[in-house]
Each structure stands twice: as structure tokens, then as C-alpha cells.
């Protein structure tokens, strides 16, 4: 038989709320000016500080869920999951073990539907930073991101395909951007992916054995990864064996992945509820307060501005990602189409030159000034720039000179004296070109 690859994910996101998620720390672990200046007792795990609930990053949750279509378990809690490791100094992370925020959703990919499993929300450990001092190899603790809420979305395995894995991530990626609650910096570590990649060898029976595989960074990463975990286990069935239960690493490097450690069992970690936080009860009013923030459906909506304004959605896709930065740009579009600019000319310009409102977060005054002075250069006709490229070979005839010589530099001074005639953003090539034919 063919071997089916079954595929589950599991990825976690540090919310982006003001504080940590038990304790009244600044939640900016990425760009604190030093290690270890947002820590108090309760994020360093000193014994007897007691933690508190993050209200914020409950409701963020939950948004999470309703937005991934899940049910929310309106009775939930903490509880301790124990293991030993330097950036965990008290010995455990306060997680959630039967009773997520959130459980039962789906995200839709072009290779089928992917089930959630659960949502929950945990806290993100201290990071280890390894360095070489006074040619020693030693392993500095910093606590900044101690604490910082951490969601975990688990998926079902029902993915097939290392292609269908990198849609699920990114899609998921597109809704918590879009939901505004984390940055999903994946280079920095806010977005963090996992993927159990096993394969089918007996038809109608779930494999026997899963290998985790840890440590992804990006979209490419996880494709690749899973690409080659699928290549890996296949070798070994081939073989008649079956591949070991086990964590494993991935290097972008040699672009394999490598053994880490045996797989824990749930029960080597002690799971028991945290008696120092209240159980969590999520009432209906409450609910219908969190509904409020939810925005309309991202493809629905994102499908409906692309009919009105004539472009595609991908291409709308790629101006903004947050709910707040989609509205900004609803207002300045509307306001445009209202003063008769052509949005399909602007909106391909505005790729073209990788302008992103997110680019310009300030004010919509700000914005709107933008989009007017490149919506000046679409009023710049053939004639006006024509005009200018015979001024500036007038004024300039030294460089005119030293490119007639063959000095072909010249022309990158003359470009740059039309750029700054015309106050707009131009074409490099365009405004070349134009200039030497003039000028032959
Ligand atoms: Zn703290
Ligand atoms: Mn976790």
C-alpha cells in the first residue's frame, strides 16, 4: 500500500496583552532594553508568590475559539503541568489539562477541513540564551519572557500532506493577526509550530507511533520538515520496522531532523489543577461582551471587499492584516472612490511598492495624505514627467556630458534629479530609459 501521512499540529502564540499572564509584569519580552527587568516573585517562580489570572487574555482566547468556529467550556480551570528544566525554575507551567477555554473548531483548507481539538492558554517559560564567555560555553536564564501568556491550538491529524500543513499554519497565522491579539513574530519565537507526523501502514488502522517534531520557525520550515519526516519514516516501514515514538529537532541548516528525546506520557507530568487559581467560570453575559470584539467572518469579508472595489483577494490580502488595519483601509478606499480614483490602478500600486497600511500606523489624516501623494503620481501623466526629464537634461549638462562619454553612472544622478523634481514616487527604469532616449 501507499503510506498515508496523518499530520496534527500543535502551535503556540504569545498573546500580546499589556501584562503577563499571572502577574503584573510588562509583557514586551522581544523588545525589553535589558534581560530580567520585567520579573517580580510570581514570573520567577520564587516560593510563595501567587499567581492571578489575566482577565484579557481569557477573552483573547476565547475570541480565538469563537472566531475557529469551537464550542468554549463555560466551567474551566488551571492546572500544574510538571516537568524540570532551567527556564522553568519552579518546576512547573500552570497550563490547562481537561478543561480548555476552547475545543471542537475547524479551519478550512484548500486540502480539506482540519479539525481543532482545544485552545488553551497557558504561560510561556524564561528563555535560555547560550553564549561563549571568556571562552567558556555557558547558558544565561533571561526571565522577560517568563510568564507571558501563551495559547496552545491543537489540531486534529487530519492533515495529509506537508503543503496542507503549511496552508493550516498560515491560515491560522492570517486569523490571529487578523483577531489582533498576538504579533505572531515567528522569527522571534511569538508563533512556535509542531507538528506529529506519522504514516498510515495498515489500511483502516491509525499508525502505532507518532514523532513531534520541534523547533520550527516558518512556513517553509514546517513544509520541509514534514517533507522530509514523511521521506524518513517511509525508509523504515519500507524496511519492515516501525519508526521510534520520539521528539524530534529540525535544523534549516542541513534541513533534516534529529533526534531529541524519548516522548513523555501525560502522566509523567503530574497534571494536577493549580490550588492557587480559582476555577474559571465564563458566564453567558460575559460571552455575549467577548462576541462583541469578534469581527465579521475574515473570508467572508475579505471575499466581499474584493467584489466591491474589482481586485482579487489576494491581492487585498496583501495590504493589510489586522481587523483595525482592514477598516482604515475601507475608509480611505471609500473615501477615494468617492473622489473618482481608479482603486485597481491604486491598489496595484500600492503593491507594486510594497506600501502596507500598517506602514503608516499614525493617524488616518496621515494615511490619507499618503494615499494622496501617490495617488498624484497616477496623475502625473506622460507629458508632466516628459516636461520635467527635458529640464533636468537642461540644468544637468555636465552629467549629460559624462554619460554621452560612456560614464553610465550619470544616469543614476539624472534619475535621481527627476525623482526629486516630480515629488513622487517614479519607476527607476522608466525615468532611465526616458532620459536616454531624450538625451540620444
Ligand atoms: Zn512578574
Ligand atoms: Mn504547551
Not at 107 to 119: A, L, N, W
Amino acid at each position: 500500500m501507499r503510506y498515508q501521512p496523518i499530520i496534527g499540529m500543535e502551535i503556540h502564540v504569545e498573546l500580546k496583552t499589556k501584562s503577563k499572564m499571572f502577574c503584573g509584569c510588562v509583557n514586551n519580552p522581544f523588545y525589553a532594553p535589558k534581560p530580567n527587568i520585567y520579573t517580580c516573585p510570581t514570573c520567577l517562580g520564587l516560593p510563595g508568590a501567587l499567581p492571578f489570572a489575566n482577565k484579557k487574555a481569557i477573552e483573547w482566547t476565547v475570541l480565538l475559539g469563537l472566531a475557529l468556529g469551537c464550542q468554549i467550556n463555560f466551567f474551566s480551570k488551571f492546572d500544574r503541568k510538571h516537568y524540570f528544566y532551567p527556564d522553568l525554575p519552579k518546576g512547573y507551567q500552570i497550563s490547562q489539562y481537561d478543561l480548555p477555554f476552547c475545543y471542537n473548531g475547524l479551519i478550512e483548507t484548500k486540502e480539506g477541513k482540519v479539525r481543532i481539538r482545544r485552545i488553551h492558554l497557558e504561560e510561556d517559560t524564561a528563555k535560555l540564551i547560550h553564549q561563549k564567555i571568556n571562552g567558556e560555553d555557558v547558558t544565561l536564564i533571561d526571565f522577560n519572557r517568563s510568564g507571558v501568556p501563551l495559547i496552545e491550538i491543537v489540531s486534529e491529524p487530519d492533515i495529509h500532506s506537508s503543503t496542507q500543513a503549511k496552508e493550516f499554519a498560515k491560515k491560522l497565522h492570517q486569523i490571529i493577526r487578523y483577531l489582533d491579539i498576538a504579533d505572531c513574530d515567528m522569527e522571534k519565537g511569538g508563533m512556535r509550530l509542531e507538528a506529529n507526523v506519522s504514516l498510515q501502514y495498515e489500511e483502516g488502522k491509525l499508525p502505532s507511533y507518532k514523532v513531534e517534531v520541534k523547533n520550527i520557525n516558518s512556513f517553509r520550515f514546517l513544509e520541509k520538515a514534514v517533507e522530509y519526516e514523511i521521506k524518513r519514516q517511509e525508509a523504515i516501514l519500507k524496511t519492515g520496522k516501525t519508526p521510534h515514538q520520539e521528539t524530534r529537532g529540525y535544523s534549516s541548516e542541513k534541513n533534516i531532523t534529529y533526534s531529541q528525546r524519548k516522548k513523555e506520557e501525560a502522566a509523567d507530568y503530574r497534571y494536577f489543577p493549580d490550588p492557587d487559581l480559582p476555577p474559571i467560570r465564563i458566564s453567558n453575559e460575559w460571552l455575549e461582551e467577548i462576541k462583541k470584539n469578534l469581527p465579521e467572518d475574515y473570508d467572508q469579508r475579505v471575499n466581499r471587499l474584493a467584489e466591491k472595489y474589482q481586485t482579487k483577494k489576494e491581492w487585498l490580502e496583501l495590504l493589510f492584516e489586522t481587523d483595525d488595519e482592514l477598516k482604515i483601509l475601507e475608509e480611505v478606499f471609500s473615501s477615494l472612490k468617492k473622489k473618482g480614483v481608479s482603486l485597481a490602478k491604486l491598489i496595484n500600486l500600492l503593491i507594486n511598492k510594497k506600501i502596507k497600511v500598517n506602514l503608516f500606523k499614525d493617524s488616518l489624516e496621515k494615511i490619507v495624505l499618503e494615499f494622496k501623494k501617490i495617488t498624484s503620481v497616477l496623475s502625473l501623466n506622460q507629458t508632466d514627467l516628459e516636461k520635467i526629464v527635458f529640464e533636468v537634461i537642461k540644468e544637468n549638462e555636465k552629467a549629460v556630458y559624462d554619460f554621452k562619454k560612456g560614464k553610465k553612472e550619470a544616469i543614476n544622478f539624472l534619475v535621481g534629479m527627476v525623482f526629486k523634481k516630480a515629488k513622487a514616487k517614479l519607476d527607476f527604469h522608466q525615468v532611465a530609459s526616458l532620459i536616454k532616449k531624450k538625451i540620444e
